[in-house]
């Protein structure tokens, strides 16, 4: 027996053995920078959308609470739930023609340039003591990125006398040579390029990690769950960077359209299960929790949900049709991965400790549990694991033999 319980203890600290290292503040800041922003560049359009400088400079004061706050917040709330993985006139400010704003164009670059603040979430299991360190990391991202927004904003309308057509994309470069010289147009446009690489990796990791997480909740084959020697998730990585090739065809204010149509129903879905959870489940284990009960939660969600329905509403009829497509294939894949989960086609659960063959299974059936550190955890895997608990003790045992 003591052989036995040895045994089971070597399985449990080999499975812990092989840690990660965890991100701490400054470089979850970062992330999260790079995820919604990545500095000025490509703020350009709100400029010339709006007509001039005064509905941009307005938007990025005004947007942030109406928008970029509450996703804050309710992404702290969810994600540590769920912890798995020049010289200024001032008065050049205050143009704008309203008889060139195209309010189409401009709202989808404020929300384009103000969004995905949701997307460090998929790395909170990557994140050391996330329950104090994501709520620290988000408000910090919000001031940085208003910063980086407003700074260069204020400087290029307020010096130069140029007008509102001529903010386009790449257009600071121009700003800093007209102001500085050909030196600081270098300057800007290697800031552009290094802005574009931390744009490209931030993106990458969190839409690999998503596949990850996925994959160890057994939604996806446990393929996806696969990392290198360096703790990334290859596989992932690999599928998330063909997705980005597919998009490639397009326009950037295509994409820029198309990812704000389907980001703004992805973002719904999560402020209504924001909501339902504070309803169903008010005592569920919440590290950080937005300071409102649930009345003052759905209050909180009910701006930017209108701004979601706004930008939906302002999207070309192309822009529906590619979308519901993308959604219509959406659901015809859940039930082929069911499907196959049922059939055995992949492997799943990839989540699951393996076990030495000698180890038996009645003596020693926890060893088979899932690892489960909080309720929602719990919830979670109760509602993924229902073919789970249909089988019988010799497939388990054969899944994990698989899995070793």
């Not at 709100?46 to 509905?55: I, K, N, T, Y």
């Not at 164009?105 to 994501?134: C, H, I, Q, R």
């Not at 980001?263 to 909501?275: P, Q, R």
Request: charged fraction near 15%; aromatic fraction near 12%.
């Amino acid at each position: 027996m003591g052989e036995e319980e040895g045994m089971v203890s070597d399985v449990k600290s080999s499975a812990s053995e092989k840690t990660n290292p965890k991100l701490t503040l400054l470089p979850l800041i970062a992330l999260i920078f790079y995820e919604v922003s990545g500095g000025p560049f490509g703020v350009e359009d709100s400029v010339r959308a709006g007509g001039g400088p005064l509905l941009s400079l307005l938007g990025f004061l005004v947007f942030p609470f109406i928008w970029s706050i509450p996703e804050a917040l309710v992404t702290a709330e969810l994600a540590t739930c769920f912890p798995e993985n020049g010289g200024i006139r001032p008065m050049r400010w205050l143009v704008v023609d309203f008889k060139k704003v195209d309010w189409r164009g401009y709202f989808n670059s404020m929300f384009w340039n103000l969004n995905y603040w949701d997307k460090a979430s998929t790395l909170a299991g990557e994140v050391e003591n996330p329950s104090k360190t994501f709520p620290k990391a988000l408000f910090g991202a919000v001031v940085v990125v208003v910063s980086s927004y407003l700074i260069p904003i204020l400087a290029g309308t307020g010096a130069l006398r140029s007008g509102s057509g001529e903010w386009t994309d790449g257009y600071f470069a121009e700003v800093g040579m007209l102001i500085g010289g050909f030196w600081l147009k270098w300057w800007i446009q290697a800031a552009a390029a290094m802005s574009n690489m931390g744009l490209f990796e931030a993106e990458m990791s969190s839409d690999a990690f998503q596949l990850l997480g996925m994959s160890e909740m057994g939604m996806l084959p446990s393929i996806f769950a696969s990392r290198s020697k360096h703790g990334t998730p290859t596989i992932s990585i690999l599928c998330s960077a063909t997705g980005v090739i597919f998009l490639s065809w397009m326009s950037f204010q295509e994409i820029l359209e198309f990812l704000n149509f389907l980001y703004a129903i992805g973002m719904l879905l999560e402020f209504a299960a924001f909501v339902v959870l504070r309803i169903k489940k008010p005592d569920l284990d919440r590290p950080y929790k937005v300071p409102f009960q649930t009345f003052g939660a759905t209050m909180l969600c009910l701006p930017p949900a209108l701004l979601l329905v706004l930008v939906m509403s302002l999207a070309t009829m192309r822009t529906f049709f590619v979308s519901g497509a993308v959604i219509i294939l959406g659901f015809l894949l859940y039930p082929l991965l069911v499907h196959a989960k049922e059939r055995k086609w992949a492997l799943f659960d990839a989540s699951k400790p393996a076990m030495p063959p000698n180890i038996s299974l009645e003596d020693h059936s926890v060893a088979l549990q899932p690892r489960v550190t909080d309720e929602a955890s719990v919830s979670l895997l109760s509602e993924l694991s229902s073919l789970k608990t249909e089988q019988e003790p010799s497939q388990i045992m054969e899944g994990v033999l698989k899995v070793d």
